[in-house]
């Protein structure tokens, strides 16, 4: 919210305001029908919580990649140049809403959310003839669905993957909450469309 506010003061105060009425803020999230509640991180597990939280309890009627509508999951880049894989995630899939509204007019700003893992997932870098590694949704998803399906039922933790938008670029999503760790803040990225679907990228 920093750009609407010109003062400390006032986004002081529309963080307040906001509290109010954010779910993710005030602990009243709608948990999904594959989520028990006693998953969910809460105070206790320090900074970052209600963002982990957020990400297995908002899902899109789809679902993603590796989560169908009934749970969500936590996805990140990591390795060599995770920032720019991370962008490039984040620009196929708002430009892919924008799209939906027929508008390419939009700023977006992203603050960064580092965290770390002390587990193992499963590794598909082997795997890029696969169907839930193609670059199409349609095609990705309903495989990336089924098989993160099998992986939870064989108390397996999550899987590794190579980017669909980025060549070379690694990344991961989590499937259970409690392995989402020492959350920090990172960089500021400005996605900023200007009536074409390719956005002007800045840091903040």
Same mark, same amino acid.
């Given at each position: 919210?920093?750009? !609407?506010?010109?003062?400390?003061? %006032?986004?002081?105060? !529309?963080?307040? *305001?906001? $509290?109010?009425?954010?779910?993710? +803020?005030?602990? @009243? ?13 809460? %105070? ?9 939280? $957020? ?30 894989? #991370?962008? /490039? @995630?984040? #620009?196929?899939?708002? #430009?892919? %809403? ?8 939009? *700023? #977006?700003?992203?603050? @960064? ?7 193992? =997932? ?6 890029? @003839? ?14 990336? +669905? ?5 992986? !939870? ?10 980017? $669909? ?8 999503? /989590? =499937? ?8 920090? +803040?990172?960089?500021?990225?400005? =996605? %900023? ?12």
């Amino acid at each position: 919210m920093a750009p !609407l506010a010109d003062t400390a003061g %006032e986004l002081d105060f !529309l963080a307040e *305001i906001e $509290a109010l009425t954010s779910a993710r +803020q005030t602990g @009243e999230l709608p948990v999904p029908d594959g989520i028990h509640p006693l998953e969910l991180q809460n %105070e206790r597990h320090g900074y970052g919580w209600t963002y982990v939280n $957020a990400a297995f309890c908002y899902t899109r009627a789809d679902g993603g990649r590796f989560n169908g509508p009934e749970r969500g999951a936590w996805y990140a880049a990591y390795g060599e140049d995770a920032a720019a894989t #991370t962008r /490039a @995630e984040v #620009t196929f899939h708002l #430009t892919r %809403e924008l799209e939906a509204t027929g508008c390419f007019e939009n *700023i #977006t700003f992203y603050r @960064e959310l580092l965290a770390g893992f002390t587990t193992r =997932f499963h590794d598909l870098s082997g795997c890029k @003839e696969e169907a839930f590694l193609a670059a199409d949704p349609h095609q990705a998803y309903p495989a990336g +669905q089924a098989l993160a399906r099998e992986v !939870l039922a064989a108390d397996g933790n999550g899987v590794l993957y190579p980017s $669909a938008r980025r060549p070379g670029g690694k990344c991961l999503a /989590a =499937f259970r909450p409690n392995l989402v760790q020492n959350i920090r +803040q990172g960089r500021t990225w400005v =996605f %900023e469309w200007q009536g074409v679907p390719v956005p002007l990228i800045s840091e903040r």
